[in-house]
Structure formats: C-alpha cells, structure tokens
C-alpha cells in the first residue's frame, strides 16, 4: 500500500518513537489522505542513524503516552519532526522538536 498523491502528516498520532540499535523508528496513525475520510498509518525508519538534534531533556525519545505530530518533513537521510506531546497525569502539554541524521529514511504504510 502507498501514500496517496495528496496527504498529511499534520495531527497523525505517534504510537511510538523509539531507538532500536542504530536507527529510529516512528510508528504514526491517522495520517489524511486525499478524501477526509481516508486515514493510514505508517513507519518512518532512518537506518545508520549518525546523529539526533533535539531540544527534548533525556534519551528516551517518546516523551509521553500522547503524542501529535504538528510537522514532519523527510528526505533521503534525515528526519524532522515537531511533536505536541500530552502527559494527562499533571494535565500538560509540551512540544519538542526532532531532526535525525542518517544512512537512509524509509517510509512504510501499514
């Protein structure tokens, strides 16, 4: 399955943002499509990661349980990413910004 011609990653959900060995994986659900009604879910994979800029505190790169992606733009080799994360137990939200360096960026639609 593919992306159709017209879509958004704006306001996708992040189920989960991680690092296994030397890539990071970001899994994200209700991506639009071209009719409202169309929603995909997919993976974006940088493989050979080589560096990760992030103005987020810690290494754990999915900062909540609730996250909501405002942009995302990638290329060949590089990730960028701006996420509203929202932690219920205190009632807060909070944004940081991603830009991960590597070999190679995959997109997978699920």
Known sequence: MQLPESYSFHEASVDKFFRP???VRLE???IYGDDDDDR???V?????VRLIETDAVGSNLMAAEDGEVLTLE???NELYV???WRNYSPNKTFIHAYRVHGENV???VL
């Not at 974006?44 to 050979?48: A, K």
């Open 44 to 48: 974006l994979e940088v493989s050979g």
């Open 82 to 84: 701006i996420i509203e």
């Open 74 to 76: 990638h290329g060949q």
């Open 28 to 30: 994200l659900s209700g």
């Open 21 to 23: 060995d030397d890539c």
């Open 40 to 42: 995909y879910a997919a």
């Open 106 to 108: 995959t997109v997978t």
